[in-house]
């Protein structure tokens, strides 16, 4: 959920998010089809804006490929919902890659967790990683997708990530 008052960073962003999980078909495909009806229900739930490929969305568990066309596809549907893109991966290049994408088509914002695996040790890596995404993507708000369990940066203080916006 993303939850965010008037006067903040980004008084555009706000409200209660979905984090909607990616449809598969009995292949195990993603079902590019079943996104509109999930869509749909998100509306009539009145929810402000949706939070895709993201972890309960399966989104690490997608490839590059099909991150964007499903993201592609949430967009197409999501008119009236803004949406925020989890574009983390395990390298930098393809997380810049896909935040390159989100910008291009229009996202609200993008959010990214850290690589889990070969993690900052500390956080001026952190920070440096953030700061090498969010130039990727310039023009979007990014979100620090915050998972301490994952990078093992149980503290970092408020306002140390000088590259969010």
């Known amino acids: 959920m993303i939850h965010t008052q008037k006067g903040t960073a980004n008084p555009g962003l706000g409200g209660i998010y979905a984090a909607p999980c990616t449809p598969f078909n009995k292949k195990r495909d993603v079902d590019f089809d079943k996104i509109s009806c999930s869509v749909d229900y998100l509306k ?6 949706l939070f895709v490929n993201g972890t309960l969305g399966e989104g690490l568990s997608l490839s590059l490929e099909e991150r964007k066309q499903s993201l592609e596809e949430w967009m197409r549907h999501a008119e009236g919902l803004q949406l925020v893109a989890h574009i983390g991966t395990g390298n930098l290049k393809e997380t810049q890659e896909l935040a390159r994408h989100a910008e291009r088509i229009g996202v609200d914002a993008i959010a990214a967790l850290p690589p889990t695996y070969y993690k900052p040790a ?4 952190l920070v440096e990683y953030v700061i090498e995404v969010t130039n990727a993507a310039p023009n979007t708000p990014f979100l620090y997708y915050e998972y301490d369990v994952t990078t093992g940066l149980h503290h970092v203080p408020s306002g140390a990530l000088p590259g969010t916006r």
């Open 122 to 125: 500390n956080e001026e890596q």
């Open 44 to 49: 009539k739930s009145r929810f402000n804006g």
